[in-house]
């Protein structure tokens, strides 16, 4: 590969990551499906481009890796919402506590039990636990308990993107009439994709969601220690 044609890869794949991203955003804003959804129908595009091209995933990550470093700064701004949220954090905090140490404490077990019954071990079994956690929190898990952060990064959007579909369809037969169980419910099974559905349902609902997927995604971050001794 020539240098011209090593810069104009490192310059197409970020302009097509984030061309493909508005352009599903919006196309998802208009018609509201899934496949249009921006973590089902970006990377369905960059991959199909990828594959008809013959680039490797080596390729495309070198020339995006500015982009996952963005996920840090992105991580400290999750401070903001908990600050501007405070007076929800102390009017629910036993609900959104309790929920967030069951519903994390769920997600880790299943995703374990998971593993195991597919006989999935080492590497690939550390990141397969943080799944239920937004994508920044999830790669710092990932990392610290031995896991593949972009492997990660894959199950987070399956889980999301799962978690929206089931949760959307869940809401249709259980009793969760409060503003705080909607959101929490979006906010704890399906991290930043619920956090936009649950805003498509009403601010409040928004609201708690993202400060349930934050709160998930610290205890997440806090308790790696835990989780690497349990992968021992």
Do not use: C
């Amino acid at each position: 590969m020539t240098t011209v044609e090593a810069l104009l890869l490192t310059l197409f794949w970020p302009s097509a990551t984030i061309a493909f991203y508005l352009l599903a955003r919006a196309a998802f804003n208009r018609w509201p499906r899934v496949w249009l959804s921006p973590l089902v129908f970006a990377p369905a595009i960059l991959i199909a481009i990828a594959v008809a091209a013959g680039e490797s995933y080596a390729d495309y990550s070198r020339a995006t890796h500015w982009l996952v470093m963005m996920l840090g700064p992105a991580t400290v701004a999750f401070a903001v919402p908990i600050y501007e949220q405070r007076a929800i954090i102390r009017r629910h905090w036993p609900a959104l506590t309790i929920g967030a140490l069951v519903g994390s404490s769920a997600a880790i077990a299943s995703a374990w039990a998971l593993a195991s019954l597919l006989g999935i071990d080492g590497s690939l079994r550390a990141s397969l636990l943080p799944r239920s956690v937004s994508t920044p929190f999830a790669m710092i898990v990932s990392a610290d308990i031995g896991g593949v952060p972009d492997l990660t990064a894959v199950f987070v959007v399956i889980t999301g993107v799962l978690g929206v579909t089931i949760g959307d369809g869940l809401l249709r037969f259980m009793p969760t009439k409060s503003e705080l169980s909607r959101g929490a419910l979006f906010g704890m099974g399906a991290h930043g994709a619920g956090v936009a559905k649950a805003h498509r349902i009403g601010g409040e609902e928004g609201t708690i969601a993202g400060l349930v997927m934050v709160l998930v995604g610290l205890g997440n971050v806090l308790s790696a220690p835990l989780l690497s001794l349990m992968l021992r």
